[in-house]
């Protein structure tokens, strides 16, 4: 597993049937995924979960990877 790095922004766009993900990092990285609708449903509602939760002390750290 890489390293982790800070998410400096998230660009999306259309490609084809699926959404084209692009992220950066901070360090001048840049990551691409080709996801499709489905895989982007699942990714928001994982997001909304985690921001409606509260916060819990000693979570500045991120989880571990699956």
Excluded at 49 to 54: A, R
Aim: proline residues 6%.
């Amino acid at each position: 597993m890489s390293a982790t790095h800070k998410l400096a922004r998230i660009l999306a766009t259309r490609s084809g049937a699926g959404i084209e993900l692009a992220l950066a990092t901070e360090g001048g990285q840049t990551l691409k995924v080709l996801a499709s609708q489905d895989q982007i449903d699942m990714l928001v509602d994982e997001l909304e979960d985690i921001l409606n939760s509260p916060v819990e002390p000693g979570d500045d750290e991120p989880p571990a990877a699956a």
